[in-house]
């Protein structure tokens, strides 16, 4: 399995390309894997035959792990041909010997759990990466140790048992105080059954574990955006002209929210147990919609030192991979702070479910005309101005409604500050 970004740890198999037996040649795809939002081909270092499948579609692979037994045509070795012929010695080294299988217990739906510290070594970790055994089942490994530590010995005797409490569930003393969820059985109703793909699977998860994470609250503000709207119109098609790029408003957005950002660097931050992190680097997600209809946020990186034509230029560029799916693992990595233009579906406002592990996400609705009261030289007046609700939605564990309200209210601020004589 190849690293495809830094943060990649492991991949999930889409699919073969090649069946056993067959041949290639250098550089021909032969697989296809998903590493979080993003689907990476995989090409064939040499020609060759492939000789022995090792994991098949679906499968999750660590990166570095072989996933296949390649036989290259020619006499140089490659490097994956040296890990598939070494394979067998490195195996040896990190699993246990196999002995004959004996007859095991049947294992009880639920255990108790004798092992009460939680303390691994290194060692004890990395057998556990190996075997793909989660620290919640290393805790329920009866252990020899001295203070009830787990020993290398209890670890691959479990294993060579079969892991027994491989899917156990916890006996727990039911708290009268705790809330559990009603079981009701709804009726659901008869229809078209669609299955959910990869991705959408992975955003409801996103999704329902954050709303799990963080007690949202959404804060609202409106913004006079009629000077922007204007110097954007005034200047678009010579914008293209001079830089060969086109002038949406999404990077006038990216360009405030950064200023912003800056401003209250609080709200670029994320929670570490009882630790705040604040981002160093102020990079600005954008919540854009695929040609599947699922979401994706692909990342403009380090918004606050870039100048307008790079902004938009990295914007473009985004949003045109966006649509034809050629996003990069890279591309999607490393957002700080997120915004999502609901305005784009002739929605007037949302409530935006923040893009963990970040703190906030704003929500920019449509932008619209509408007839509003201003002050004037002559006194208040009836004008039409080009007018947009806000909407931030934040961590309240971390942001508190002053951070939140104030931020928001810079950003509209920027907005409706816009330099009408600004300088393309």
Not at 169 to 174: G, H, T, W
Request: glycine residues 6%; neutral net charge.
């Amino acid at each position: 399995m190849p690293k495809m970004g830094e943060s990649i740890t492991e991949g999930t198999i889409i699919n073969w390309l090649i069946s056993e037996g067959d041949t290639f040649e250098e550089g021909d795809i032969i697989l296809e894997v998903a590493t979080d939002k993003v689907d990476n081909e995989v090409s064939a270092p040499a020609s060759g035959t492939l000789k022995e499948i090792l994991f098949q579609a679906k499968a999750v692979v660590p990166v570095g792990e072989v996933m296949a037994i390649l036989e290259v045509s020619n006499e140089k070795k490659t490097k994956s041909d040296v890990i598939s012929t070494e394979r067998g010695t490195s195996d040896e080294k990190s699993q246990p010997k196999k002995k004959k299988q004996k007859p095991t217990k049947q294992p009880s739906s639920s255990f108790s759990t004798s092992n009460s510290n939680t303390f691994f070594s290194p060692l004890i970790i990395s057998i556990a990466k190996e075997q793909h055994i989660s620290f919640e089942e290393l805790a329920r490994i009866p252990a020899t140790g001295h203070d009830n530590r787990l020993r290398k010995s209890d670890l691959f005797q479990y294993i060579e048992d079969g892991r027994p409490y491989k899917f156990a569930q916890p006996i727990a003393e039911k708290d009268p105080t705790a809330y559990r969820i009603p079981q009701l059985q709804l009726d659901k109703g008869k229809g078209k059954v669609i299955e959910m793909d990869r991705m959408r699977q992975m955003i409801a998860d996103h999704m329902v574990y954050s709303k799990h994470t963080s007690p949202h609250v959404t804060a609202y503000v409106e913004a006079d955006l009629t000077n922007m709207v204007n110097w954007r119109n005034a200047n678009k098609v010579a914008f293209q002209k001079k830089y060969g790029e086109r002038l949406t408003f999404t990077p006038l957005f990216v360009e405030a929210v950064a200023k912003a950002v800056k401003d209250f660097p609080n709200i670029n931050a994320s929670v570490d147990g009882n630790n705040i992190i604040v981002k160093e680097d102020i990079n600005i997600g954008m919540a854009t919609a695929l040609p599947s209809g699922n979401l994706i946020v692909p990342v403009v990186k380090n918004a606050d030192t870039k100048d307008l034509k790079t902004i938009a230029c990295n914007v473009n560029e985004l949003a045109g991979k966006a649509r034809e799916n050629k996003l990069a693992a890279d591309d999607i990595k490393g957002s700080t702070f997120t915004i999502s233009n609901v305005g784009t579906f002739g929605s007037v406002m949302g409530t935006p479910i923040i893009n963990q592990p970040e703190v906030a996400i704003l929500a920019l609705g449509i932008i619209k005309k509408r007839p509003e009261v201003i002050t004037t030289d002559k006194g208040d007046e009836i004008a039409i101005r080009s007018m947009m609700y806000l909407s931030l939605s934040f961590d309240h564990r971390v942001v508190d409604g002053f951070l939140g309200g104030s931020f928001v209210r810079r950003v509209a601020d920027y907005f409706e500050q816009f330099d009408i004589n600004r300088k393309i």
